[in-house]
C-alpha cells in the first residue's frame, strides 16, 4: 500500500484546510484509514479515523467538532477537513492504513503502531 497525503499549509487560525490522501497498491475497501499528526518535539498523536465503510468515525476529543474525517472509496481517497485551526494544531499530518481485517462498524484503532502503513506527511502550519 503506498500513502500520499497532501493539501499542507501555512495558514491563521480560524483558518481552514482540507487534507487529502490518496491510496494506491491495494482494494482500498480493505482497510481503515487514519490520520494521526506530529508537532515539534512531541510523539506523534492520532487525530481521527475511518472504518472501511466510512460508517463509524473516531476523534481525539481537541479536533471534535472542528475536524471531519471522511473517504471516497470509489477514488480512493481519505479526507480531513479541518476547521476553526489553532495553532497548536501545527505538525506533520500523516495518513495510515490499517490493514486488520475487522468489520466495517469496528471503531478505527487509536494508536500509530496499530496501522500498518504510512505515508510521508504535510505539513501544517496555524499562526496565531
Known amino acids: 500500500v503506498q500513502l500520499q497525503a497532501s493539501g499542507g499549509g501555512l495558514v491563521q487560525a480560524g483558518d481552514s484546510l482540507r487534507l487529502a490522501c490518496v491510496s494506491s497498491?491495494?482494494?482500498?475497501?480493505?482497510?481503515?484509514m487514519g490520520w494521526f499528526r506530529q508537532a515539534p518535539g512531541k510523539e506523534r498523536q492520532f487525530v481521527a479515523g475511518?472504518?472501511?465503510?466510512?460508517?463509524?468515525?473516531t476523534y481525539r476529543d481537541s479536533v471534535k467538532g472542528r475536524f471531519t474525517i471522511s473517504r471516497d472509496n470509489a477514488k480512493n481517497m481519505v479526507y480531513l477537513q479541518m476547521n476553526s485551526l489553532k495553532p497548536e494544531d501545527t505538525a506533520v499530518y500523516y495518513c495510515?492504513?490499517?490493514?486488520?481485517?475487522?468489520?466495517?462498524?469496528?471503531?478505527?484503532?487509536?494508536?500509530?503502531?496499530?496501522?500498518?502503513?504510512w505515508g510521508p506527511g504535510t505539513l501544517v502550519t496555524v499562526s496565531s
Open positions: 495510515a492504513a490499517d490493514l486488520t481485517p475487522v468489520g466495517g462498524t469496528v471503531p478505527p484503532k487509536i494508536l500509530d503502531w496499530q496501522y500498518d502503513y
Open positions: 497498491g491495494r482494494t482500498f475497501t480493505d482497510y481503515a
Open positions: 475511518i472504518t472501511w465503510s466510512g460508517t463509524t468515525t
